[in-house]
């Protein structure tokens, strides 16, 4: 199930809400839904290592019967590994799989 979210002069639409509007929107991105849950229940983790979302990228991976949630510096060079000079702290979060529940969060190194 995936849901699609539309940014449009400060407001969200949800799928299909658009439809009948004549105005020029761009798709910024989709998630799945069991994404979108993930990133949701890491949040509380990552607000309070004092982070902000501002300049993230956020990727959800899943891993046997657990499910990683990493917040990255988009311009990092492809390959590094944690965080580099003048660039955003990278910042995992561990869940499980069956209900969501943050197992461990760290600063990634």
Do not use: C, H
Request: net charge positive.
């Amino acid at each position: 199930m995936f849901v699609r979210v539309v940014i449009f002069s400060g407001l969200t639409f949800f799928s299909g809400a658009l439809g009948s509007l004549s105005l020029k929107a761009q798709e910024i991105g989709s998630i799945p839904a069991s994404g979108y849950l993930a990133i949701q229940a890491a949040m509380p983790a990552f607000n309070r290592a004092g982070l902000s979302l501002r300049g993230y990228e956020i990727t959800v991976i899943e891993a046997g019967g657990k499910i990683g949630v990493a917040f990255t510096d988009p311009r990092a060079p492809l390959g590094s590994r944690g965080t580099l000079d003048g660039m955003l702290k990278s910042f995992s979060v561990e869940l499980r799989k069956e209900d969501l529940k943050i197992i461990q969060s760290y600063f990634s190194k």
